[in-house]
C-alpha cells in the first residue's frame, strides 16, 4: 500500500468518524504542530471538532508525496456550533482551507504539521 493509499484511508477514517480504525492510520506516538498527543489525544482533539462541527467533512483539494510526507490541502465548508477559532461562527456556514503535512513511520501518521486558513474565516463575518 502507498503512502497515498494509507492517507485516503486516514481520510475517510476520519470522514466516518470511525475512531476503531483510527490507531491503523495514525502511530502511538503521534506528534501535532510540535507537541506529542499521543494516538488518545490525538482521537480526543477529533471527537472535540466533530463535537464543535457535526457537518464537519474532509476534502482533498491537493495531495502531494514524497515519502515518507504527504503535503495536502484541506478544503472545508461547515457549520460551526459556536466559537471556532475564537471567532463567533455560531451555526453560519463558512469555508476554509488547510494546509498540512505529515510524517509517516512505520506505515502510520507520526507527525502532523497543520495550518488553517483563519483570515478566510474571519472574512466571511
Known sequence: MTVTDL???YIACLNNQDW???????HDEV????????????QEML?????????????IQLLIAEPPFIASRLQF???P???FFGLPING???????????EFLDDRIRNVWSVIDKAAIEAQL
Not at 476503531?20 to 495514525?26: A, D, I, P, W, Y
Not at 453560519?92 to 505529515?102: D, G, H, L, T
Open 7 to 9: 492517507y485516503r484511508g
Open 47 to 59: 471527537e472535540r471538532d466533530f463535537r464543535e462541527i457535526p457537518d464537519l467533512y474532509f476534502d
Open 77 to 79: 465548508n461547515c457549520t
Open 31 to 42: 506528534h501535532y504542530n510540535g507537541d506529542r498527543v499521543g494516538l488518545s489525544g490525538y
Open 81 to 83: 456550533k459556536g466559537t
Open 92 to 102: 453560519r456556514k463558512v469555508s476554509f482551507s488547510e494546509n498540512v503535512f505529515y
Open 20 to 26: 476503531q480504525k483510527l490507531h491503523r492510520f495514525v
